[in-house]
């Protein structure tokens, strides 16, 4: 039985008494009665489960959260306060004004203190209109402020008073025993009012390794909840909860239950439906499932020694590991002819991975460009890599490997031309063909991947966007006798070619004179 007491750290002992002498010096106050206090939500959970948190709401059952935490920095003026806490530092307390539209009808406080990122908030309860997930609030009990929340396992209050843990929700603590996310009330209506749930009861799951309850499941799969979801939340909303879940623990765990749940145009939507709703899942599994398996991939396993090989050269920090999983969920999007320009003559639209990003989850400027990058190059990719597998039988032993310098320069000036984040573009690469081969043979395409990209290893190339010209624009412009303009930029390019297709001549005066044998080329006459 899940138990019903925590163990306070120190510096948790002290906050909890520290807010204790605030409640009665407040009930000494005139026209005050003493709050009642309770640590809520996600710290009680994550103390139940033995995992530190440094942040921890105050729920409050008299007061707005702000008023309490003036009356806490009047406290700490208190000479007997000052010498009880000598060490404290309340920090500036952030008032946050009253806003209907943001969900803050009742004044909140957020304050650091010993160390503690804390929010003071006073107990609530929540009415919801059709059209919105905002809610109407009021102050509420404890057993309300429970009811209103998103599941039973972020439900649990620790009450300061009595030193323990209270489940007004009556199952909590059997939810957390038997890994269970499920909604207090009614499912259905619980995401109804706010479909942002969906995605959070997504994201615990993946986070904590539960379930989801099955009448929880089936109401996050209904059609009006699925276009409540649509409708009611911001795209940047949407994008927050997905790249939580990315950046999670078990990232696989979250897209098999968007894709199983049949959630995923919702979250990838964008304005050109037709192009948005072609997006073909029926592979998509193949995709993420591949993801998991490279990042846990070991020596014995199935492939162990090709996807070892891959892993170690494109998931080298936690940012490739991100991108991997995003790619693989954009995966669906890889052959989806891009949006039509929306004016005659305009420039073409980006790929349609890189709208469905952008449109669907608002994802950043710089993680567009990764996507962009890797869906743009994705058949050039593909095309090196067969054309460098081709030339003699796969393996992953780049001594084996016989290259010669046409090709070391064609890989390397690829390699530049996709740029400095390749490596994700490449792993797109593995993902969609894996996917576009989901029951054929992955082997071929695990040796050709791993002896590619060993033999990229071997000729020093992995870092090809690095390499910078050996003579600068100003030398070349004097020694040709022509004044700089847009050749200089080609004619840098053609320096690095020529480095990496000879890379026994590095010499300025060498550089410079295969640029002028080429000044033809560059219309220099």
């Not at 479909?195 to 799969?221: C, H, T």
């Amino acid at each position: 039985m899940m138990q019903k007491t925590v163990q306070l750290s120190e510096q948790e002992a002290t906050l909890r008494q520290l807010l204790l002498d605030v409640s009665g010096y407040i009930g000494t106050l005139e026209g005050c009665s003493k709050p009642q206090l309770r640590f809520t939500g996600g710290w009680v959970r994550d103390k139940l489960l033995g995992v530190g948190s440094q942040d921890i709401d105050i729920g409050i059952d008299s007061m707005t959260g702000f008023k309490f935490g003036t009356l806490m920095n009047q406290y700490l003026e208190q000479p007997e306060a000052q010498e009880k806490y000598p060490t404290s530092k309340l920090g500036k307390l952030a008032k946050i004004a009253a806003n209907p539209e943001k969900s803050k009808h009742l004044e909140t406080a957020t304050t650091k203190i010993l160390g503690f990122e804390i929010d003071l908030v006073n107990l609530r309860k929540e009415t919801y209109t059709e059209d919105s997930r905002n809610p109407q609030m009021e102050f509420g009990t404890p057993e309300d402020d429970a009811l209103r929340r998103d599941a039973t396992v972020n439900a649990l209050f620790y009450n300061l008073d009595k030193s323990e843990v209270e489940d007004f929700t009556g199952r909590g603590l059997q939810d957390m025993e038997r890994g269970v996310i499920k909604t207090p009330l009614s499912p259905y209506q619980t995401f109804k009012d706010d479909p942002l749930r969906v995605l959070r009861a997504i994201r615990f799951a993946s986070r904590l390794g539960y379930r989801i309850d099955e009448a929880d499941e089936q109401a996050m799969g209904d059609r009006d909840i699925r276009e409540a979801l649509k409708i009611k939340i911001t795209r940047e909303r949407v994008g927050v909860e997905l790249t939580k879940m990315l950046k999670g623990p078990d990232p696989m765990l979250a897209l098999s239950l968007i894709d199983r749940l049949g959630l995923y145009h919702t979250i990838f939507s964008f304005s050109s439906s037709e192009n948005s709703q072609s997006a073909d899942t029926r592979n998509w599994a193949v995709a993420y499932n591949e993801a998991q398996r490279l990042t846990t991939a070991g020596p014995n396993d199935d492939h162990g020694a090709e996807r070892c090989a891959i892993k170690s050269i494109l998931l080298r920090d936690t940012d490739d590991i991100y991108h991997m999983w995003l790619l693989s969920a954009l995966v669906p999007f890889a052959r989806v002819p891009p949006p039509a320009p929306k004016r005659p003559n305009a420039k073409a639209s980006p790929s349609s991975a890189a709208t469905a990003a952008r449109e669907g989850i608002k994802a950043d400027n710089n993680t567009i460009k990764v996507i962009e990058s890797a869906a743009v190059h994705l058949n050039e990719i593909i095309h090196i890599k067969d054309t460098a597998v081709d030339e003699g039988p796969p393996t992953t032993s780049p001594l084996k490997r016989k290259q010669d310098p046409i090709s070391h320069e064609i890989q390397g000036m690829a390699i530049r031309r996709w740029g400095p984040s390749w490596r994700s573009s490449v792993m797109f690469a593995l993902l969609t063909q894996i996917s576009e081969a989901a029951r054929g043979d992955h082997r071929k395409l695990f040796e050709g991947y791993a002896s590619w990209l060993s033999t990229l290893q071997n000729l020093d190339l992995l870092e090809a966007y690095r390499i910078k010209p050996l003579v600068t624009g100003d030398k070349l412009s004097k020694a040709l006798g022509v004044k700089p303009g847009p050749w200089m930029s080609k004619a840098l390019e053609m320096v690095v070619a020529w480095q990496l297709r000879s890379p026994d001549e590095q010499s300025e005066e060498a550089a410079i004179s295969e640029i002028t044998s080429r000044k033809k080329e560059l219309g220099l006459g």
